[in-house]
């Protein structure tokens, strides 16, 4: 079957504009996640999505960071006002829900390779 | 806030030898997985411990949670070229978030 999906797979942006990241999680997933991960580094919690719950939003760095997820699948990630340290790759990952599984195995997407010019 | 360290950061060995790399939280875990992400890829998982004191094995591969819940390791016996890769334990304390460690970068000579 098909797996997370993200697009686009690489965006470069000047500083200071928008940018949109999606992620199309594993049908049936309630679960999702956005990481960041910078060059070398490992991964850095930004927001967790669980159903209709509100989502946990302590990873977000700064108020230029939000997420949305429509109809609990799809997910936007965007960055306002992009800076130069925003750069990295943003990955997404989806899971059964809590009490679904005795598992909550994390199915990451390819990710989306950011550059801030 | 929960902090989740690895050591080492990254250890090069001869194909062969064993590796070993230890997970350690600053909070009591839940429950902690582990990943492995080979260079330009994305993480894949490898397995969950729940247990207390719990031990899994995956052919070469060696899991282990501790007693207290606070920290983990995995251990490869006889590494191969394919052990290649950035190890990274991820752990969660009941908030259904996953805090991820700093991962343990593997190379292996042939």
């Known amino acids: 079957g098909a797996g997370v999906s993200q697009s686009p797979s690489n965006k470069v942006t000047e500083k200071g504009k928008d940018v949109e990241l999606r992620c199309d999680p594993i049908s049936g997933h309630t679960a999702l996640y956005w990481y960041r991960q910078s060059l070398g580094q490992g991964l850095e919690f930004l927001i967790y999505?669980?159903?209709?719950?509100?989502?946990?939003k302590s990873g977000l760095p700064s108020d230029r960071f939000s997420a949305e997820r429509t109809g609990g699948s799809v997910s936007t990630l965007t960055i306002q006002r992009t800076q130069q340290e925003d750069s990295a790759v943003y990955l997404c990952a989806s899971s059964l829900a809590w009490g679904e599984s005795q598992s909550y195995e994390q199915y990451f997407g390819p990710g989306t390779r950011l550059t801030v010019t | 806030g929960q902090q989740v360290m690895q050591i080492p950061q990254y250890q090069h060995v001869q194909e062969g030898e064993d590796f070993t790399t230890y997970c350690n939280s600053s909070?009591?875990?839940?429950?902690i997985q582990w990943y492995k992400q080979r260079p330009g890829g994305h993480p894949v998982f490898l397995i969950q411990?729940?247990?207390?004191?719990e031990v899994k094995k995956q052919k070469r591969l060696t899991f282990q949670f501790g007693e207290a819940k606070k920290n983990s390791s995995l251990h490869i016996t006889a590494t191969q070229t394919t052990d290649v890769g950035t190890y990274f334990c991820a752990g969660e304390s009941g908030t259904y978030k996953y805090i991820f460690g700093t991962g343990t970068r593997l190379k292996v000579l042939a």
């Open positions: 999505f669980q159903g209709n719950s509100a989502p946990d």
């Open positions: 411990l729940v247990k207390s004191g």
């Open positions: 909070t009591t875990l839940s429950n």
